[in-house]
């Protein structure tokens, strides 16, 4: 069965980096986008962004350009998600989700990881 | 970016009640809008793409509509199980944004 596996629970400082990893299982890692998408308290949906984990590929919302990074390793099926200069308003629940194979390239997020939760204060 | 609008906010509804959850893009986004469904705790459940299209496993009681900048999530017989909070999500173009969320709880 497919299954999204996340790091536990961080504490950071502002202006620290943090890496979340997303193990999966179950399906062929590089057949399927992986995206990021992150929950503040209390608060809705943001997408953070995607990468193609096989190649080098990724696309990042604008607002975290620079400080977002996502990569992936084969090896251990494994993708990873780097924010660096962290803030408190980066306190948030973040998740890794699979892109579904669908047709009309009809772009959703069939598995979520169960999420990690990055708190940001000094 | 575009703006994913939903309407209501929050909605009080009793079970084997039918409502409706609207969900309106700033620009057109033709017939890429994806719901999901997300219960305190848990990560965002896939429930519906491509507007209409029911994912595997999802009951039948969900139902989607709508195409260009407009669309509507429909629960025709509320069951328990269904009290969660409500998002749409515009795949038309990144950033994927999502709607604010409806939340929909027992009367």
């Known amino acids: 069965q497919v299954q999204l596996v996340q790091s536990g629970a961080e504490v950071k400082r502002p202006g620290a980096s943090v890496k979340v990893s997303c193990k999966t299982s179950?399906?062929?890692?590089?057949?399927?986008?992986l995206h990021w998408v992150r929950q503040a308290p209390g608060q809705g949906l943001e997408w953070m962004g995607v990468?193609?984990?096989?190649?080098?590929?990724?696309n990042y919302a604008q607002k975290f350009q620079g400080r977002v990074t996502m990569t992936r390793d084969t090896l251990t099926s494994t993708v990873y998600l780097e924010l660096s200069s962290l803030r408190s308003e980066d306190t948030a629940v973040y998740y890794c989700?699979?892109?579904?194979?669908?047709?009309?390239?009809?772009?959703?997020?069939?598995?979520w990881g169960q999420g990690t939760l990055v708190t940001v204060s000094s | 970016d575009i703006q994913m609008t939903q309407s209501p906010s929050s909605l009080s509804a009793s079970v084997g009640d039918r409502v409706a959850i609207t969900c309106r893009a700033s620009q057109t986004i033709s017939s890429y809008l994806n719901w999901y469904q997300q219960k305190p705790g848990k990560a965002p459940k896939f429930l519906i793409y491509g507007a209409s299209n029911l994912q595997s496993g999802v009951p039948s009681r969900f139902s989607g509509s709508g195409s260009g900048t407009d669309f509507t999530l429909t629960i025709s017989s509320l069951q328990p199980e269904d009290f969660a909070t409500y998002y749409c999500q515009q795949s038309y173009s990144t950033p994927y944004t999502f709607g604010q969320g409806t939340k929909l709880e027992i009367k």
């Open positions: 990468i193609n984990p096989s190649g080098v590929n990724t």
């Open positions: 179950g399906y062929t890692f590089t057949s399927y986008y």
């Open positions: 989700a699979r892109q579904a194979l669908l047709e009309w390239d009809y772009n959703a997020f069939d598995f």
